[in-house]
């Protein structure tokens, strides 16, 4: 670990911890939605359920005053400005009110889920994660009026792109999203979570893996310095599944990402990659979780990090392999680049083993960018600053060239690094 001191904004005046969840209860309170009953029970728990604080292990090293001093009322976002739909793509626009579905015709192979069996299913693959008493979690059910809720059959071809944009505007945009993919089902997501204003974007998603079924899924999100972004993505997988997860945020004054895995008979395999960045006073936090409940199961995580400025990077990933979990293969890898004396890096890969035939390995490192590689470039005819800047970028594509292919149209490395990513 590397720490250099760090200073935080502070929450706005009136913005007390009790009277910010109230405040934002009582505007997300009444409504015959479809997520009515649940969003009580949720509301119920999160009223019971005190602010996160550094006595809390998953969050003494995050600050939730940049969350606190937002405005705690529901956002209404404008439609945004986007680039053209890549060929191959169904390009869904989310904002937490209107139904994204509306007007579109979908491809073979996806189909709504709605009724009494969106009710019987949605949740589970939160308890089953563990996930269901987070506070994001908590924060999102008690806020968010629609759930984009789909069933996947067979391979679908066209990748599923889905678009939310906070914009300037003040408040909290709560996104929910449940995914079932059926045996032998495939399906690509990529998700665009954008951010220009004071405002936090809530985001839920649910994903449940029958046996064999392949779920192909990217997370790009670019944010605002005074915006802030909650993300907990819960997967169930059955036997002989794959889930490949791909992550980038960054820019977000503070970014928390909560990947929850959980392999539920073994034999399947997990793949995640993340990117995060902190640059001024920004924090960018990530917290995995993947528990191999059965045999065979296999894990490969590579998880980067750069923080300049004066920014907060934290990682801490858990992988459980109880005594059920014989054979299980699970390598973790974290990675984070210091490019500032005042930024600060926690990163903690974290290994919980009762199994006795196995095959685990963690480790983790914190650099600077590398002095022999810039002599390199610069002998070559490069500038000083050019060389950082593509020693940055070489840092960062390893993980977003994993994003679908659809991500190249918003230009992860510019939404990301400005224009070190030029």
Known sequence: MVAASLSTPTAA??????????????????????????RERAAQALAQTPLPSR??????FTDLAPLTALTPTLLSPAAAAQPPVADGSLRLVLDGQSDPLAGITLPAGLEPISGDELDATLGQVLAATGSAALWPVLLNG??????LALRVRGTVATTLELVSDAGDGEGILPLRLLLVLEPGASVEVLQVHRSSGANLTSLV???RLGEGAELRHGLLAPGAETGCLLAT????????SRYSGVSAHGGWALGRLEP??????????????????????????????????????RLEQLHK???????????NGAVQVPRLAQRTDAAQLSRNLLLSDRARIDTKPELEIVADDVRCAHGATVSRLQQDELFYLQSRGIAADQAARLLLRGF????????PAAAVAWQPLVSLLGKEGR
């Open 142 to 147: 008690a806020t968010a009026r629609a759930v």
């Open 396 to 403: 960062c594509e390893e993980v977003l060239q994993a994003l």
């Open 233 to 240: 993505v819960a997967v169930e997988q059955a036997t002989g």
């Open 55 to 60: 006595r809390d292990e998953a969050w003494r």
């Open 13 to 38: 005046a009136g913005a007390a911890p009790g009277g910010w969840i109230a405040a934002l209860l009582a505007e997300a309170s009444g409504g015959a939605d479809a997520l009515a009953a649940s």
């Open 260 to 297: 929850r895995l959980v392999q539920r008979e073994g034999a399947a395999h997990s793949a995640l990659k993340a990117l995060q960045l902190a640059d001024g006073r920004q924090i960018s936090d990530t917290h995995s979780q993947m528990v191999f409940a059965g045999p065979d199961g």
């Open 205 to 207: 998603l649910e994903a």
């Open 305 to 315: 990090a750069v923080a300049d400025g004066q920014g907060r990077s934290v990682f």
